[in-house]
């Protein structure tokens, strides 16, 4: 057999491998172009629509006069509690220990969810002496999208509440749970700080609920990503949130967010204008940085200056990450000094892979251990997470059995 035809199909071979190897590369580059459109697509660049509620500020609601806050305190009231050194005091300075529940929903609903039920349950069948109820600021007035009635039927339920537990002897924390960053009906929800809504909100149940011997007052659930400076004073605050926009089928995956220029209102001015406003010995419930975890500021001169404070820990499973943030820090040696409540703690008893997680049974050995905390747990609704309870006819969950334990146990 000669050579040259065997050279020649060689050639041919090489050529053919050089065209091969060239539309690859050119498949390949097809494919890095198709992936970086697909990209685009998913992750198409970010359009900020910037609201500035310092310089153009949210027409607010006007405060109607509450004529008759004294039929809001029905017989069987309890006595009203007074700061002192590190406790809660009767009137004949004998300590008192509160320990209850969460009752979740009037943040995110018009009318809540089993609201007066749950309360029934939570005193009457758990042992809860108090129950904390989080509230919207834009729903007591009436501002929320789905209200017309100027927020009548809101305040109607919150003011049921209030007799309801009064009736029972217990007490209530009334806490502002969502804001509104400043724009009146909308961002509807939990911001960095409270804003000067927040502050028109605390002046009207100020005067509504002032010195009820049943009502504590929470200013703010959860001051975050602010300096102590900020959350103490107040001051220019920005931050985004999600833009709600309907569905455009050209653009299915849209990236418009909302940045916010509004200014905080500090929780010192919070604490005086809802003292103002007639709640001259009610006691103020008052959370700290981190989500309201840590407390360790008011020990370092960042201490709301007033009397009948009581301040307020957000305790979960994940926040002890590092030493600093360590439950030592930042709420037990607080406690030492000043009132200190656990507003919100709770999660399961198993973690995401299934393997035991000790953080209720830590929890619980603590609250055991240091009688001068008061807690009420999260939460008393079988879909806000980590709840207590697995349905609506109250059945416990498995934590929610724990805590029911602890609510009926001697303190």
């Not at 065209?19 to 970086?36: H, K, N, S, T």
């Not at 049921?160 to 009334?174: H, K």
């Not at 959860?222 to 004073?233: A, M, Q, V, Y």
């Amino acid at each position: 057999m000669s050579m040259r035809p065997l050279l020649g199909r060689t050639g041919r071979l090489v050529q053919f491998a050089a065209f091969a190897g060239w539309l690859v590369f050119l498949g390949g580059c097809a494919d890095m172009a198709a992936r970086d459109r697909i990209h685009t697509l998913k992750n198409p660049p970010i359009t900020y629509i910037v609201v500035d509620t310092i310089a153009e500020p949210s027409e607010p609601p006007t405060i109607v006069p509450f004529d008759d806050p004294a039929s809001l305190i029905p017989e069987g009231a309890p006595p009203q509690l007074r700061a002192e050194g590190n406790r809660l005091v009767g009137p004949d300075g004998t300590p008192v220990r509160l320990r209850g529940v969460n009752i979740a929903s009037l943040e995110w609903q018009d009318e809540g969810e089993n609201v007066m039920r749950s309360l029934e349950v939570a005193i009457d069948d758990w042992g809860s002496n108090v129950i904390r109820v989080p509230l919207s600021q834009d729903r007591w007035f009436g501002r929320s999208p789905t209200q017309s009635d100027g927020g009548a039927r809101y305040r109607e339920i919150v003011d049921a509440m209030v007799v309801g537990t009064a009736q029972r002897g217990a007490y209530i924390i009334l806490e502002l749970h969502w804001n509104n960053a400043g724009v009146w009906g909308e961002n509807i929800g939990q911001h960095h700080m409270p804003d000067e809504g927040s502050k028109l909100f605390w002046q009207d149940l100020g005067q509504r609920y002032g010195n009820h011997p049943a009502v504590l007052m929470g200013l703010y659930n959860e001051p975050h990503r602010e300096s102590w400076d900020t959350g103490l004073n107040g001051g220019p605050v920005e931050e985004d949130v999600r833009t709600r926009r309907e569905r455009d089928p050209e653009n299915p995956i849209p990236r418009v967010r909302t940045k916010i220029r509004y200014r905080a209102v500090g929780l010192q001015e919070l604490y005086d204008a809802t003292r103002a406003a007639g709640a001259t010995d009610s006691i103020i419930v008052i959370g700290a940085l981190d989500w309201a975890y840590d407390l360790s500021g008011i020990l370092t001169g960042y201490a709301v200056e007033g009397e009948n404070i009581l301040y307020d820990s957000h305790v979960y499973g994940n926040k002890d990450w590092k030493p600093e943030f360590s439950w030592e820090n930042t709420f037990l040696t607080p406690s030492q000094t000043v009132p200190v409540l656990i507003g919100e703690w709770g999660g399961g008893l198993r973690g995401r892979g299934g393997e035991e997680d000790d953080f209720i049974p830590r929890m619980v050995k603590v609250l055991r251990e240091n009688e001068q905390l008061h807690w009420t747990a999260w939460c008393f609704h079988p879909q806000a997470g980590p709840p207590l309870l697995r349905n609506w006819d109250y059945e416990p969950s498995e934590s929610g059995q724990i805590v029911m334990d602890e609510l009926k146990a001697t303190d």
